[in-house]
C-alpha cells in the first residue's frame, strides 16, 4: 500500500526498470555530466531544480538535428514569456523523419472493415518530401497556415510533418465536426491551403463530407489552394479547382527542411472556447520535439521496436502525441473508426491483430468496456502489450482493477494528465514506479506541479488546485490573434500570477503520485475532447425555441461524465420530441457529435452573476455532489431564487444514482 492506503496493482521487475530508456539516461547522467540520482524522485527533483541543465541534457542525450545548435537554454524564465533556446534553429519533421531510413513500416493504417494500407518509412519520407514540395510550388512560405479536415489516416501524418518541412503552421480538426464549427476555428487563423476529404466510415455508416469542404472553401476567402484526399471512394471525382492529394504525394522531390527558429509555430490546436470563440493555441517546433523525446523514450520507454496505436480523434491532442511518437522510431498505428465497432472490445482487437505494444485510449472507453463485461485478455492475444495509456478524464478504481484482472496481468498502465494546452502530460508515467489503484506515478520531468490551496500555499496530501511552477518548453508561445497577450494571461496567470494554473483539482501525495479529480472550471471535457460551452451556446441559442441555455460537462465519482443542457423556451414552445430532436440535430451538425448532451432540461431560469455571466462553475459543482454552500455564494447571484431550482436537480440526480456517462459519439 502506498501512503495513501492505496492497492499495488503491478510493480516493473528489477531487470525492466534497469533496461528501460529512463534508466540508461540516469546512468548517462552520471558517467557525462556527474549527475547522481537513486530513484525518479531525485531525477524528477535535479530535473525541475536546475531547469538548463535538465533541457540541455535531453537535447544532448537525443542528439537533436539542428543547424544551429544552442548556446543558451532559458534566457527568462519568467511566465508567461519564458524564452527557450533563442539561437537554435532546426525542424521538427526532419527529427521525427530521421530513423526512416532503415527498413521497416513507419505506419499501419486500419479501419473498420481491417488494414487499408502500410507505409514504409522510405515510402513515408518520400511523400512528405513531394507533398512538402507541392506546397512550395504553389507559394507556401514559413508561417502560412494549412488547414485540414481528416480524420485519423495515414494522409493527416503526411500532411502534418509536409507542413512543418516548409515552416508552415499546421491546424487540423475532425470531419466530424460541422460547419460552423470549422470556420469558426479557420477563419480566425486565415489558411492559405485546405486539406478535406471524401469522406468516413463509422460505426459501418459511410459519411460523405465532399458538401463540407465545399462549404468550407466558400467560408474561407484566404484559401488559395484546396486538396482532397479520397478516403472513402478513390473513384470518386474531384471537384473543379481541387487537386488530388494522391497525384501530389508521388515523384522524386528530395527532403528539404525549413530550418526555424526554435520557437518557431508549428501547429494551432484550439480552446475549448469558454467565452467566444475557441483560442488558437499556438505551439512550437522545438518546445514539442523536446516533450515528445522525453516523454515518449522516458516516460513511456518506447524505441524503434515499438508499435504504438492511440484511439483518438484529430480533434483531440492525443491524435498529435500519437504522431510525436515517431520521434523514438516506433510504428505508428491509425484507426479511423468507431471505438466500439461490432463489439465493445473492438480496439483490444487491433491490438492483437496487429502486435502493439503501448495502447493509449480514453478512461470512458475502458470504463465502458468494464461495464458491459468484456474480458478481452480471453477473446484476443495481447502478449505483445507493454503499456497502456488512459487518459481524457480520471479512470475509476474498479477500472484499474479490471485492466489487470481482463486485459493482462502484466502491463505498465498509466494514466496521464496533461492537455491541448502543451501538447504533454503534467505528471502520469514512468517506468520505475509501481502502479496503485486510482493514482498517477507522479509528475513528469522537467514540470515542477505542484497542488495549491486556496491561499496559494503547496499543499501535500490534500485537493488542491494544480500549478505549475515553472516553465515548460511547450508552453504555448501565443495565443493566435491576442497580440497584447491578454487572452494568454487570462487563461492560465490571472489567479496566480506568474504561475500557471490549470484548472484540475489535485492531490500530490507524501511520495510524489497524484489522484485528479476532475476540472476544476468549465471546460466541457467529453472523452478528451474539449468544447467550450460558448460553442454549444452558439448553435442552440440560434434557434427560435431558445431564450437562454446553460451546459455543464461534470466528471462524476464514480468515473462517469453527465452533460446535461438546460434550456429556457421562449413562452409559446413546449419542449416536446419534436424540439428535443432538433436540439441535438443542430448540436450534432454545428458542433460535434460527441458533444451532444445527455439530457435536455426545460427550466425556468438560467441563473448568473450580478454582471451577467452564466453560474456555469456552481452549477458543475453541485452536480458533482458539492454542498450548496460551498459550492456557490449566493450574494454573487443577480437571482438566487433561479438557482434554488439547480439545488434540488442535483438532490435529485444523485437521488437517482444516475451519471454513467454515454461517450458522446454519434
Not at 539561437?87 to 531510413?101: Q, V
Request: with cysteine; proline share 6%.
Amino acid at each position: 500500500m502506498s501512503e495513501a492506503g492505496r492497492e499495488v496493482l503491478w510493480a516493473p521487475s528489477a531487470e525492466r526498470i534497469s533496461a528501460s530508456r529512463l534508466a540508461q539516461y540516469q546512468r548517462w547522467l552520471a558517467a557525462e555530466k556527474q549527475v547522481e540520482t537513486t530513484d525518479f524522485d531525485s531525477l524528477w527533483r535535479w530535473s525541475v531544480h536546475d531547469l538548463d541543465g535538465f533541457w540541455s541534457s535531453i537535447w544532448e542525450y537525443f542528439d537533436v538535428i539542428a543547424s544551429a545548435p544552442p548556446t543558451t537554454v532559458l534566457t527568462d524564465r519568467t511566465m508567461p514569456g519564458a524564452q527557450w533556446f533563442p539561437n537554435a534553429r532546426l525542424n521538427w519533421a526532419e527529427n521525427l523523419l530521421r530513423d526512416c531510413e532503415r527498413d521497416g513500416t513507419a505506419i499501419i493504417s486500419v479501419n473498420e472493415n481491417g488494414i487499408s494500407g502500410e507505409l514504409s518509412r522510405q515510402d513515408l519520407v518520400a511523400q512528405v518530401a513531394n507533398l512538402a514540395a507541392h506546397f512550395r510550388r504553389v507559394g507556401v512560405r514559413p508561417g502560412d497556415r494549412i488547414a485540414a479536415v481528416l480524420p485519423n489516416i495515414a494522409p493527416a501524418i503526411v500532411s502534418v510533418l509536409a507542413a512543418a518541412s516548409v515552416g508552415a503552421v499546421w491546424s487540423c480538426c475532425a470531419p466530424d465536426f460541422g460547419l460552423k464549427g470549422l470556420t469558426d476555428r479557420f477563419t480566425q487563423i486565415e489558411p492559405t491551403i485546405l486539406i478535406g476529404v471524401d469522406g468516413y466510415q463509422f460505426n459501418g455508416k459511410r459519411i460523405d463530407r465532399i458538401d463540407l469542404l465545399a462549404g468550407l472553401r466558400e467560408q474561407l476567402p484566404s484559401v488559395r489552394h484546396t486538396i482532397l484526399v479520397r478516403n472513402l471512394d478513390d473513384t470518386v471525382a474531384v471537384p473543379d479547382g481541387v487537386t488530388d492529394y494522391a497525384d501530389l504525394v508521388v515523384g522524386d522531390a528530395q527532403p528539404n527542411y525549413e530550418q526555424v527558429p526554435f520557437d518557431h509555430p508549428l501547429w494551432i490546436l484550439y480552446s475549448s472556447g469558454t467565452t467566444g470563440l475557441p483560442k488558437g493555441i499556438v505551439h512550437s517546433h522545438g518546445g514539442i520535439l523536446l516533450e515528445a523525446l522525453k516523454a515518449n523514450a522516458l516516460h513511456y520507454d518506447l524505441g524503434p521496436t515499438d508499435r504504438v496505436f492511440i484511439a483518438a480523434s484529430t480533434a483531440w491532442v492525443v491524435w498529435n502525441m500519437l504522431v510525436d511518437a515517431m520521434a523514438t522510431g516506433a510504428t505508428l498505428i491509425t484507426y479511423d473508426g468507431s471505438p466500439t465497432y461490432a463489439r465493445p472490445d473492438h480496439q483490444f482487437r487491433i491490438c492483437a491483430e496487429h502486435r502493439v505494444t503501448r495502447f493509449g485510449t480514453g478512461a470512458a472507453y475502458l470504463t465502458l468496456c468494464e461495464r458491459v463485461g468484456t474480458r478481452p485478455g480471453d477473446e484476443f492475444d495481447l502478449s505483445a502489450l507493454r503499456s497502456m495509456m488512459s487518459t481524457g478524464s480520471p479512470l475509476p478504481d474498479s477500472t484499474w482493477r479490471w485492466v489487470y484482472d481482463a486485459v493482462t496481468g502484466d502491463v505498465h498502465l498509466g494514466s496521464d494528465s496533461g492537455g491541448t494546452d502543451v501538447a504533454t502530460g503534467f505528471i502520469g508515467a514512468n517506468p520505475f514506479a509501481p502502479v496503485r489503484t486510482g493514482e498517477l506515478q507522479g509528475p513528469y520531468l522537467g514540470v515542477d506541479v505542484q497542488s495549491w490551496n486556496e491561499a496559494g500555499q503547496p499543499v501535500t496530501g490534500e485537493v488542491g488546485e494544480m500549478v505549475i511552477a515553472a516553465p515548460m518548453p511547450s508552453m504555448p508561445i501565443y495565443f493566435w490573434n491576442d497580440d497584447d497577450g491578454h487572452r494568454y494571461q487570462e487563461a492560465y496567470f490571472d489567479v496566480y500570477p506568474g504561475v500557471w494554473r490549470h484548472g484540475d483539482w489535485i492531490t500530490i501525495e507524501a511520495d510524489g503520485a497524484c489522484v485528479v479529480h476532475g476540472r476544476s472550471d468549465s471546460t466541457i471535457n467529453r472523452g478528451g475532447v474539449r468544447m467550450g460551452s460558448a460553442d454549444i451556446y452558439q448553435a442552440v441559442e440560434t434557434l427560435p425555441e431558445i431564450a437562454e441555455s446553460l451546459v455543464i460537462g461534470a466528471e462524476l465519482p464514480d468515473g462517469g461524465y453527465h452533460m446535461p443542457l438546460f434550456v429556457v423556451l421562449r413562452p409559446e414552445y413546449t419542449l416536446d420530441e419534436a424540439l428535443l430532436d432538433k436540439i441535438r440535430t443542430t448540436i450534432r451538425t454545428q458542433v460535434s457529435p460527441r458533444h451532444v448532451p445527455d439530457e435536455v432540461i426545460d427550466v425556468p431560469a438560467v441563473p448568473v452573476t450580478r454582471t451577467g455571466k452564466r453560474l456555469e462553475i456552481p452549477v458543475k459543482k453541485l452536480i458533482q455532489g458539492i454542498a450548496p454552500q460551498v459550492a456557490i455564494s449566493r450574494a454573487t447571484v443577480a437571482d438566487p431564487d433561479a438557482l434554488d431550482w439547480y439545488i434540488g436537480y442535483a438532490e435529485r440526480f444523485h437521488r437517482a444514482d444516475v451519471g454513467h456517462a454515454a461517450d458522446g459519439s454519434a
